[in-house]
T-cell receptor
Framework: NAGVTQTPKFQVLKTGQSMTLQCAQD?????MYWYRQDPGMGLRLIYY???????DKGEVPNGYNVSRLNKREFSLRLESAAPSQTSVYFC????????????FGEGSRLTVL | GENVEQHPSTLSVQEGDSAVIKCTYS??????FPWYKQELGKRPQLIID?????GEKKDQRIAVTLNKTAKHFSLHITETQPEDSAVYFC????????????FGAGTQVVVTP
């Protein structure tokens, strides 16, 4: 049981390049989330998917797109990376639709030059 | 939307002393308040949570208190140990949102032997 798995763990991009962060969970959770973590700002929600087939914007969605490919997988895409998107990205999932513990992946450190 | 403020941003304590972290929130609809611990380079992990129908909850050396009238909640760590050194995040979530937690900015706790 791997929990929440994210790839890649590290990535360096040039401004304007695109990339996709992959996330998969094997806990049969319904809801999945993408957060970014920046120093002094805590964790901020980018997008979330309450259940398979649905996605919604969080607090900081600009510059990102997501795809809930199936119940297990939730990807985050940066179409044209900007230095302001340099951050640590965490995927998370919860077993129920409202309350519930967030299970985080190990994080993906992205640097945009 | 919800706004969560967390204080202090850094906290240095002697081993064996107590540590207290305080958070305030703005949305009276919030009724779930988790605390996450993040060790250096690791993923955040839930350590304790409290729901709005409860004023206090304890788990060994950790306790959380909630004052809904004043819209604040606190984490208390007693008999601190070096392994308590980490960043702690508070969060708040309203019932109707799908795990859309609003996180505080975090508190860096350093326990010195």
């Amino acid at each position: 049981n791997a929990g929440v798995t994210q790839t890649p763990k590290f990535q360096v991009l040039k401004t304007g390049q695109s990339m996709t962060l992959q996330c998969a969970q094997d806990m049969n959770h319904n809801s999945m989330y993408w957060y970014r973590q920046d120093p002094g700002m805590g964790l901020r929600l980018i997008y979330y998917s309450a259940s398979e087939g649905t996605t919604d914007k969080g607090e900081v969605p600009n510059g990102y797109n997501v795809s809930r490919l199936n119940k297990r997988e939730f990807s985050l895409r940066l179409e044209s990376a900007a230095p302001s998107q340099t951050s640590v990205y965490f995927c998370a999932s919860t077993p129920v639709e409202s309350f519930g513990e967030l299970f985080f992946g190990e994080g993906s450190r992205l640097t945009v030059l | 939307g919800e706004n969560v403020e967390q204080h202090p941003s850094t906290l240095s304590v002697q081993e064996g002393d107590s540590a207290v972290i305080k958070c305030t929130y703005s949305d009276s609809a919030s009724n779930y308040f988790p605390w996450y611990k993040q060790e250096l380079g690791k993923r955040p992990q839930l350590i304790i949570d409290i729901r709005s129908n409860v004023g206090e909850k304890k788990d060994q050396r950790i306790a959380v208190t909630l004052n809904k009238t004043a819209k604040h909640f606190s984490l208390h760590i007693t008999e601190t140990q070096p392994e308590d050194s980490a960043v702690y995040f508070c969060a708040a979530s309203p019932y109707v949102s799908w795990g859309k937690f609003q996180f505080g900015a975090g508190t860096q706790v350093v326990v010195t032997p």
